[in-house]
């Protein structure tokens, strides 16, 4: 287990490098510096490429830049905030995110689950029939759309929340984005636990183990849950990434201060710094969740975990 | 007397699983099969004899080793006309007749497949008069061709499975443990299917499987293997009227009677493999006759056609002896 | 000593609500079940061999259900007694499954949990139904592991399943039967999936511990080899009902039934030279197709015109052996069992007596 958990690792640091990489040759490529104001001459333009380091060979400037990112000095920005550093724009920002993040993947896990549990449970009934009516809809409706229609009708309309995210007071202010957020993980998960379920529920040992005079709940929640859950656990990885894609368009529409619409708006302006500081968040973020996946996987599977080693 | 229509010669099989451990599933194994005969491979799980029909029908490489097909070498990189000769004159049957029909096509897809791949040259109907003529002869109606694999039986499936390799015209055909998963009534109409198509079209065919009353009753010759050898190999007479090597004699015990006054005093005989210390690499084809052979060392030779089977069979009558290594 | 009997069967009549029509699964089935006795139920597919035991264990899938009859188990110690038609499957579950009556299947490589270690598997049942402490249960569940025949109890407790060949699985799911002391003890196929070689030392494995415990034991199977070898008593089952049942001797030595002539001579014999093994033409029925008579009436080459008509009652063929087949009825003509089976029961006495 130890070299399998060893391998992950190492896979997981050649990810982060190649990342950086790939972000390093996307800004060397992109036409254009960020000095793109007329007023400048050519000279005075010479003058800050040379301030900003920006005429030195690749290679020097690849391993400086490298050994930046890595420490969390992500430069300056050079449009949105003149001269902040970006890890300071970042800062407060990356919290929000996160936190909201965080609420929605856990949330999308709990009731996705039960949700998937219960339609297993009662699989062929209407029960069953209406919470895949809803899972459909989780996945299929974007969650911005999600975002808008609960904004309108229970903010604006029924005044049941506030409208816009109340960073300081983030109680009430956060629920309408975090289940906005969850809706896709919750119908995701629920649409896989209730197929695996459903299999596992047919299989040998689960009738064994009600041949043993096991209560039906004792059945399900020895057996059933834990076999199931292990497809689903390989599932969480994509779905972070999902959330995170999410939550740039459902920031802006509660103007939550996160870093989804710093991203935008870099983007705009061609804040190179900030782009490409928090596409690096991201990615490392789904490196650091695939990671916890695969070594939750193992621990999780005895079967994973063993079969290296072959049979005793 | 014509050349064998499957020579195998020192035939081996290894599956790498990782840096430090290589599966051995085949590790060494020759024999020959004469045209129109019937070869029965017998052994337990492992012992690598369904790794043998897949590796002489190239659905794996073989590791080392020769495997000649009618003279010609099938067991090396194939060119396009070795291919073809394999792809149309060996065919499978397999074991599991739920799992080796594609539920989502007719049956009259699945056993015309090989010949759209093979013969393309045929139109749609003289296609479908071949399967016609193919399911008579398995013992299904032609009215079959447009049903789907979930409207038969496990026996009417195996059928449909031995149509599928009969429409190839093959010389040879490998059967797969084709009954194991079978009824017991089924069973004997499906063997019996097996002989008669033999019979009637001069096929050679292999019969794998670990049920010795089965292979008996079809094979003329039979090849026991343990563990990726060979450890016997004979007409089917000598082998059952006199087994030398101890596996053999403790698969022979094994077989189960129904005779209940006997079967309940019967008391099987163990190999003891590990205890006995037996190294297969080491031992050599000692003849028996002429066409009995069995491996073993010079000196494991002498003991067992004496009789002597001592630390290699065990009576297993109290718990003790229960307590097996492996088992 | 007088036997005690543990469990009587009488006119048991299952069916399935499928999508297409009620299946009749079981049509009337009468057998008793003796302490320290084996009974065999011998079937192929179709026949309701597993469904009949499946009821008596509670877990019949949820579109069977129970019409009519009676199952009664008298536990031999207490003598207490359970009607068990008239329970719940969960009253079932929680006072008799696992505990007094216990089961094992027949594929072992799907029949334990791959994600629990053996030794938990084994220490359920004791810890859900009697709360045995966990140190004890542990120390039970190590005995067992033994008492089963698998060396290094201590570290085979942690493993998984995964861990293991099939024969050992096999032998843990017989220490988990028998982790809460069972009186019955039913396996429905269990060596089907095994070697050959593995199969007789289960099957002698389970033998020993039931002279040692003084269990019953119920085999469903279709191999009569197993049959032959374990058995005292066997019943035939054919489309829902037994067509035949005696003692082993009875049936084995005696076959009365068409049915059984075919299952008996559809085993290669190793003793004589065969040019084509019997068989019994056609496939098993569909029970959810309406059927008049005899449902082997098809199938059976000596079937009487009768038997398109009627289903025949059971007929005394002299001690415990009964025959469902109308030609034990005294008017019927007199028919022979196939030569090729006569020669073959001829060669089995002959052999009993060279083997005294």
Known sequence: MVRYIGQRISIAVVTVFLILLLLFLMLELMPGTPFNDERLTDQQRDVIMEKYGLDRPILERFFKYMQLMLKGDFGISYTLNKNMPVSFMLGQRVGVTMSLGLQAVLLGLAIGMVLGIISALKHGTWLDSAMSMIAVAGVSVPSYVFALFSLYVFAFLLRWFPIRYNPSAPGLSGVLPVISLSMFTIATVARFLRSEMLEVLGSEYILLSRAKGLRESAVISRHGIRNSLIPVVTVVGPLVVNLMTGSLVVEKIFAIPGLGGLFVQAITVNDYNVVIAISFIYSVMFVLVMLAVDILYSVIDPRIRLSKGGPA | ?327 | MESKRVLSIRDLEISFKTTDALVRAIRGVRLDLFQGETLAIVGESGSGKSVSVKAIMGILSSNGSIDAGKILYTDPETGEEFSIVDMSQREIRSKISGQRIAMIFQDPMTSLDPTMTIGKQIMEGMRYHYQVPVQEARRKAQELLELVGIDNSAKRMKQYPNQLSGGMRQRVVIAIALACDPQILICDEPTTALDVTVQSKILELIQSIQKEKNLSVIYITHDLGVVAKVADYVAVMYAGRIIEKGSVEEVFYDPRHPYTWGLLSSIPDLNLEEEELYSIPGNPINLALPFQGDPFAPRNRYALNIDFEQEPPLFSAGGKHRVASWLMDPRSPKVERPASLERRLKEMREEIGRNE
């Open chain 2, 1 to 327: 007397m014509s050349s064998p229509l499957l020579e195998v010669k020192n035939l081996k099989q290894h599956f790498r699983i990782n840096r430090r451990f290589t599966t051995k599933a085949v590790d060494g194994i020759s024999f020959t099969v004469e045209r129109g005969q019937t070869f029965g491979l017998v052994g337990e799980s492992g012992s690598g004899k369904s790794t043998t029909g897949r590796s002489i029908i190239r659905l794996y490489t073989p590791t080392s080793g020769e495997i000649f097909f009618d003279g010609h070498l099938i067991s090396g990189h194939l060119n396009a006309a070795t291919r073809r000769l394999v792809r149309s004159n060996i065919q499978m049957v397999f074991q599991d007749p739920m799992a080796s029909l594609n539920p989502r096509k007719t049956v009259l897809e699945t056993v015309s497949e090989g010949l759209m791949n093979l013969h393309p040259e045929l139109t749609a109907v003289e296609r479908k008069v071949k399967v016609c003529r193919v399911l008579e002869q398995v013992g299904l109606s032609a009215d079959f061709v447009n049903r789907y694999p979930h409207q038969f039986s496990g026996g009417q499936r195996q059928r449909i499975g031995l149509a599928r390799a009969l429409i190839m015209e093959p010389q040879l055909i490998i059967a797969d443990e084709p009954i194991s998963a079978l009824d017991v009534s089924i069973q004997a109409q499906v063997v019996n299917l097996l002989k008669r198509i033999q019979k009637d079209l001069g096929i050679t065919m292999i019969f794998i499987a670990h049920d010795l009353s089965m292979v008996r009753y079809i094979s003329d010759r039979i090849g026991v293997m343990h563990l990726g050898h060979i450890v016997e190999i004979g007409d089917r007479n000598e082998i059952f009227a006199h087994p030398i090597h101890p596996y053999t004699i403790s698969l022979l015990s094994a077989i189960p009677q129904p005779n209940p006054i006997l079967e309940k005093k019967r008391r099987s005989l163990g190999y003891l493999y590990r205890q006995s210390g037996i190294d297969y690499t080491l031992g050599e084809y000692h003849k028996v006759s002429s066409t009995h052979e069995v491996l073993a060392t010079s000196l494991e030779f002498e003991k067992w056609s004496a009789g002597d089977y001592t630390d290699t069979l065990s009576e297993s009558h109290n718990v003790d002896s229960l307590k097996t290594e492996s088992v």
